[in-house]
């Protein structure tokens, strides 16, 4: 066997066993989000005042900003995770808000309303270390690429920023869909 041959056979060979190490870490990795056959109903309402922190509590706002133009038609649907479980969802360009014990948390950004067999799409994540009576903003920005490439970017962004894009957004409501 030439050495081409040899090199061919080890690495089809080893492709298993690199699957099966990679398989692990992206289900840990997306153990930030929550269960995919959990679903919101998103409404907006107008712009709301900005809310504070409970006492001894972070709050976190996640903004969705989609800058699609607007005589096109779709606005993504996109759930909100703090470790493990769905805590709401926005769509368009809109924005909800939570409270979170101090510490480490794991955040997550994922689609909702565009079917993953149609384009291949990745939840965007995110680590937070929380401080007591501390406001954080993310911006959770959909970009479309082309028709059959988008991304989602889940970035915290600086406070001055968020409280911007908070002032000049709708407040999400949302409620799980039966």
Not at 151 to 172: A, H, Q
């Amino acid at each position: 066997m030439t050495d081409m041959k040899i090199l061919l056979v080890a690495i089809l060979v080893a492709l298993p066993a690199l699957a099966a190490d990679h398989a692990p870490a992206v289900a840990s990795a997306r153990a930030a989000c929550g269960p995919d056959n959990v679903k919101f109903n998103v409404s907006l309402s107008g712009v709301q005042p900005p809310a504070q922190p409970e006492r001894g509590k972070a709050l976190v706002y996640v903004v969705e900003q989609y800058d699609r133009p607007g005589n096109e038609l779709g606005k993504p649907t996109v759930r909100v995770g703090l470790d493990g479980s769905w805590v709401g969802a926005n769509r368009s360009t809109s924005y909800l808000f939570f409270s979170v014990e101090p510490g480490e948390h794991h955040l997550c950004s994922d689609w909702q309303s565009i079917p993953r067999t149609i384009v291949p799409l990745q939840p965007s994540l995110a680590i937070l270390t929380a401080e007591p009576d501390k406001t954080y903003y993310f911006r959770a920005r959909v970009i479309e690429h082309s028709l059959s490439l988008w991304t989602l970017d889940l970035e915290l962004v600086n406070s001055d920023e968020g409280r911007l894009l908070v002032e000049t957004s709708p407040l999400s409501g949302y409620s799980l869909k039966k």
